[in-house]
């Protein structure tokens, strides 16, 4: 009983001792506050694949009324800012100057049916992609509604009926903050003790190991739980973002979350001597970790070998709990899957790191 | 009674690099035992193996006549590491208060004794003060404070000293003489022979070994031999004459002079007369050695044994 009346006094200096030095330090508090929202509101206002307006060259050679009615058509979307062309030499030129992001050309001898040529700048692939769908969505769109008897394809995206890409990156901006963050500041606030000689000094007193731990681990927790928790504001507040899932179920798989991320921070604790090392380590398992979450590209697009790498991401689950607690709904039993497995990877790295700095 | 720091025959490498070889050395409550070297003679790994930090190969370590590793230690000792090892974005009664609570101290007795430690190093005043913005005496001050806030029987301090000025040595010096009438028992690493001076014995190490152990009364008694200065006009450029000179066994600059170590049974008249004889105006006069001069004349011994084998 008084052993662990006195772990806990141990434990609770060492915490008033954690959050003194991190408010105190005003990189420290700049870093808990300002990156989340910078990287929020870049994402969310900066970063979106939606075409607001595409320079399209247009090469008419037909000129007859069903290309000059489909060329309408594509201006009334209001997503194209069209320049006409007499020949394709001169949209050749455009597009090698980047002053078109596409070509629409309608041969001589289209007739309403037949061939059109659409030309992308596939030294841009992604915005060409992008441009390109969105050219031939409308086309398309109006070749069937001139059908006889008309066609409509009626499209709807469920859960985000607009396809608004903030809506998307928004969840996943947060749980990429929570990593950088939280694993970056666990590896400093022990390697900076070891660089000042101060580690040496605490292992000389009382203080246990395991207390020592547990007292680095607690304030970072509670700043990731704090960063979720300002961005998911900001997010339904400032950027409209629906939170349609049980804000239980979020803090949980938060929690599960950070097990993972504090585990590997202190991973990189046990092995880097000086801070400016343990940020590298950081950096080299993030952009890993980024990629093979799905965050911007579909894990299923990737080689079977990645895919299985992708097991071992502990943001690939959280990316999924998070997505779907903002869009679908949901609550603490909606992902056992996802939390299960981010559980088993965060035991696993904390285990190891307790097993290294014993 | 026994000694509250016993170490018997120690060994420790590093790999295969052995560090300590066959240390032995005791100190018991109320002395402070310094220990003496160059860089790299051992004296932090062997506080680091007594801090618990480091385990031995081979020999027997006792604090407290408990094992280091031991953590029911860890309440009664104190460590000073090199650096002081304070919190430099804390202020001085942050960090005093931050020791007191590891140890489980009662607040209104930590608060008390702060009180009292702050009065006694001369730090009432700076209580708020960050110790990132004390004077490196005040720093080493403050890390004593620390360390003795928590009442500890045993302390091992690794060159405190280290960049800090001659006044604040001093200071320095008269609170851990008290500490020291208090009964604590202290091992004291150091490469200043002037404070290993001030010590009731002292172990001098020499690359892991222990090559002498006495008291600094009885090290400089015993070393043969006899020390006289010899000054004159451009006598640092005799150096190497000297040092090839009959009866000369070590010769070493200090400040214009040159202080030579004669062999025993030299005698410092006949000295004088031959040194008369080979080189003109210089003046010999007999010294009384300190233990400085005493440990250079021993180190230059070991060296010169070490070369021969």
């Known amino acids: 009983m008084n052993a662990v009346r006195l772990s806990l006094i141990r434990l609770w200096a060492l915490l008033g001792k954690e959050f003194r030095q991190m408010l105190r330090d005003p990189r420290m508090r700049f870093f808990i506050i300002v990156p989340p929202l910078v990287q929020l509101v870049i994402f969310g206002y900066a970063a979106t694949f939606d075409v607001r307006v595409a320079d399209v060259a247009v090469v008419d050679e037909a000129n007859i009324a069903a290309s000059r009615e489909l060329i309408d058509a594509v201006a009334a979307t209001g997503h194209f800012r069209l320049t006409h062309v007499g020949d394709m030499d001169a949209a050749e030129h455009l597009l090698e100057r980047s002053d078109v992001r596409a070509i629409l050309r309608f041969p001589w001898d289209f007739d309403g049916t037949g061939q059109l040529q659409l030309i992308g700048d596939g030294s841009d692939s992604n915005s060409a992609q992008l441009v390109m769908g969105q050219l031939s969505a409308t086309l398309r769109d109006h070749l069937l509604q001139n059908r006889q008897p008309p066609l409509e394809l009626i499209t709807r995206a469920w859960f985000n009926q607009n396809l608004e890409d903030r809506y998307y990156f928004v969840p996943g901006i947060m749980a990429n903050v929570v990593l950088i963050a939280t694993m970056i500041l666990v590896a400093m606030t022990v390697v900076r003790e070891r660089e000042h000689g101060t580690l040496e000094r605490l292992m000389v007193t009382p203080l246990a190991k395991l207390e020592f731990i547990v007292g680095k681990l607690i304030p970072v927790a509670l700043i990731g739980l704090f960063d979720v928790i300002l961005i998911t504001l900001v997010a339904v507040y400032l950027f409209d973002v629906p939170f349609r899932g049980s804000f239980m179920a979020l803090v949980a798989g938060t929690m599960l979350y950070l097990m993972s991320t504090l585990g590997m921070g202190l991973l990189i604790s046990s092995y880097a001597s000086t801070q400016q090392q343990a940020m590298l380590t950081a950096f080299f398992f993030l952009m890993p970790m980024v990629i093979l979450s799905g965050f911007a590209f579909p894990i299923r697009n990737m080689p079977e070998w990645i895919q299985y790498v992708t097991y071992l991401d502990p943001l690939r689950y959280y990316l999924v709990v998070v997505r779907d607690l903002f869009l679908k709904g949901g609550g603490l039993a909606s992902h056992p899957f996802q939390f299960g497995m981010m559980g088993l990877l965060g035991s696993s790295a904390l285990g190891l790191s307790l097993f290294r700095l014993r | ?309």
């Open chain 2, 1 to 309: 009674m026994n000694a509250l720091i016993q170490v018997n025959n120690l060994r420790f490498a590093y790999g295969d690099a052995p560090v300590l070889e066959d240390i032995s050395l005791d100190v018991n409550a109320g002395e402070i035992i310094a220990l003496v070297g160059a860089d790299g003679a051992g004296k932090s790994t062997l506080l680091q193996l007594l801090v618990g930090q480091l385990k031995p190969d081979e020999g027997e370590l006792r604090v407290l006549g408990l094992n280091p590793t031991n953590p029911d230690l860890r309440s009664d000792l104190a460590y000073m590491p090199q650096g002081f090892g304070l919190y430099l974005d804390l202020s001085v009664q942050e960090n005093l208060a931050f020791f007191a609570d590891l140890h489980g101290m009662d607040r209104e007795h930590s608060a008390t004794k702060i009180r009292d430690l702050l009065a006694r190093t001369g730090l009432n005043g700076f209580e708020d003060r960050r110790a990132g913005q004390l004077s490196g005496g005040m720093m080493q001050k403050l890390a004593l404070a620390c360390a003795l806030v928590t009442e500890p029987k045993v302390m091992f301090l690794d060159e405190p000293t280290t960049g800090v000025d001659p006044v604040s040595r001093r200071a320095f010096w008269r609170l851990l003489e008290a500490v020291r009438n208090d009964g604590v028992a202290i091992l004291y690493a150091t490469a200043n022979m002037d404070e290993a001076e001030r010590c009731d014995r002292v172990t001098m190490l020499d690359q892991g070994q222990v090559i002498r152990q006495d008291t600094p009364l009885a090290l400089v008694a015993e070393t043969e031999g006899q020390l006289v200065s010899v000054q004159g006009k451009g006598v640092r450029g005799y150096r190497d004459a000297l040092r090839e000179f009959p009866g000369v066994a070590f010769v070493f600059p200090v400040g214009p002079r040159l202080n030579v170590w004669l062999h025993s049974g030299i005698r410092l008249e006949t000295f004088r007369e031959q040194l008369a004889s080979n080189f003109s105006g210089l003046e010999v006069q007999p010294l009384t050695p300190t233990l400085h001069d005493a440990a250079v004349r021993q180190l230059a011994s070991s060296e010169e044994a070490g070369r021969g084998s």
